[in-house]
Every structure is written in structure tokens, then in C-alpha cells.
């Protein structure tokens, strides 16, 4: 099975600012990785799929990159909505599986 | 609009059964791939299972083969999870999601709002 191995696990950071979330992927993925956000109580809402393609809601300040097993999701200028918790998915090969997720929060 | 509507959950003892239900509109069902995704209060995300369109195809969780089965009935836009010996470590929310082309089998776009299986004595 793939394991995803998602950091930091937590993350504080001001409105404005720019984060990374990386997830390391235990073999070859070839960019077979999906971002999600959800927020509490909510379920989650795809981000990103194929590594790097927005979904049609997702703004532009979110993007997603890869370099060898590491997929990073990148927000600039964080906005107040989102301040979330966020999840990678590998579906390159059965399982699919998850990353442990990050929780976002404002400092 | 595409809208899935999951039942079935509640209260089950260890070792017990419950089949969950997913209640699909707004798409051509019978054309898409389906996954059940379970949640832990307070923990990440699971990837439980996924159906081909045609329901002849089928993956699992290795910590739920061999006790859940996913099926779907087309003729109903009804997806199921029958899961059987169910274990405390089986509680959580259990999502049903679609993607949102046709034949994609990865990632998903569409998520239920999620029903609760609680298994404690």
C-alpha cells in the first residue's frame, strides 16, 4: 500500500501570509494526488486534482506542485476562509489512501 | 445539481451488521465510479471503498476487507456498504462520494453530508 505522509500536522499562520503543505507519497505517484478542504462539521471539498489542477470554485492563490514523491500545496495571501483543515489523496494504485491532513489556524 | 444522501448508520454492538445507503441525483449514476470515505470523531480521513459504474469492479481498505462489501443498484441510483463484524475501531462517519466526470475512478468532487455508525456495547 502507498502511504502519504502529510506536514507539518498543524500550522499557524496570519491572514496575508504564505504556507506549504507538503505530502510525501512512500513510492511513485506519478502526480496522481488530489488536495481536499473541510472545514468543522463539514465534508470535505476538493481542491486540486492530477498534482495540479484547480477545481472550477478554487481561487487562484491556492496551487499545487510536485517534486519527485513530494506534492506541495501552496496558499499565498491567506484569506480568514481558509483556515481549515486539509488532506491529500494518492490515487495512483489500490488502497487509495489518505494523508494524515494539516490543520490550518490563524495566529 | 449533484446531490448524495447517505442513511443507515446508528448504533451497532461489536461484531454486528449495519448496510449503509447513498441516495444519488442530478447525474448520470450508472456512468460513475463511487467511494464510501470514513471519518473518526476528531480524526482524518479513510478511503473505506470504491465500485466501478457497472458494479463489477471493486476495492477495499485492507482494514475493512472481508467484512464490508460495496454494491450499488443502477436502476435505483443506490450505492450501499454492507459491513459486517463491525468493530469499535469502525466508528465514524462514513461519507459517499462521486467524482465529477464520467469513468473517473480517483479523485472525488462530490461529497454527502455523512452518516454516523457508532459500534460500542
Known amino acids: 500500500d502507498i502511504q502519504m505522509t502529510q506536514s507539518p500536522s498543524s500550522l499557524s499562520a496570519f491572514v496575508g501570509n504564505r504556507v506549504t503543505i507538503t505530502c510525501r507519497a512512500s513510492?511513485?505517484?506519478?502526480?496522481?494526488l488530489a488536495w481536499y478542504q473541510q472545514k468543522p462539521g463539514k465534508a470535505p471539498k476538493l481542491l486540486l486534482y492530477a498534482a495540479s489542477r484547480l477545481d472550477t470554485w478554487v481561487p487562484s492563490r491556492f496551487s499545487g506542485s510536485a517534486s519527485g514523491t513530494d506534492y506541495i500545496l501552496t496558499i499565498t495571501s491567506l484569506q480568514p476562509e481558509d483556515f481549515a483543515t486539509y488532506y491529500c489523496?494518492?490515487?495512483?494504485?489500490?488502497?487509495?489512501?489518505f494523508g494524515g491532513g494539516t490543520k490550518l489556524e490563524i495566529k | 445539481e449533484v446531490q448524495l444522501v447517505e442513511s443507515g448508520g446508528g448504533l451497532v454492538q461489536p461484531g454486528g451488521s449495519l448496510r449503509l445507503s447513498c441516495a444519488a441525483s442530478g447525474f448520470t449514476f450508472s456512468n460513475y465510479w463511487m467511494h464510501w470515505v470514513r471519518q473518526a470523531p476528531g480524526k482524518g480521513l479513510v478511503w473505506v471503498s470504491r465500485i466501478k459504474s457497472d458494479g463489477r469492479g471493486t476495492d477495499y481498505a485492507d482494514s475493512v476487507k472481508g467484512r464490508f462489501t460495496i454494491s450499488r443498484d443502477n436502476a435505483k441510483n443506490t450505492l450501499y456498504l454492507q459491513m459486517n463484524s463491525l468493530r469499535a475501531e469502525d466508528t465514524a462517519a462514513y461519507y459517499c462520494?462521486?467524482?465529477?466526470?464520467?469513468?473517473?475512478?480517483?479523485?472525488?468532487?462530490?461529497w454527502g453530508q455523512g452518516t454516523q455508525v457508532t459500534v460500542s456495547p
Open positions: 489523496q494518492q490515487y495512483y494504485s489500490s488502497p487509495l489512501t
Open positions: 462520494a462521486s467524482p465529477g466526470a464520467p469513468y473517473n475512478s480517483g479523485w472525488v468532487d462530490y
Open positions: 513510492q511513485d505517484i506519478s502526480n496522481s
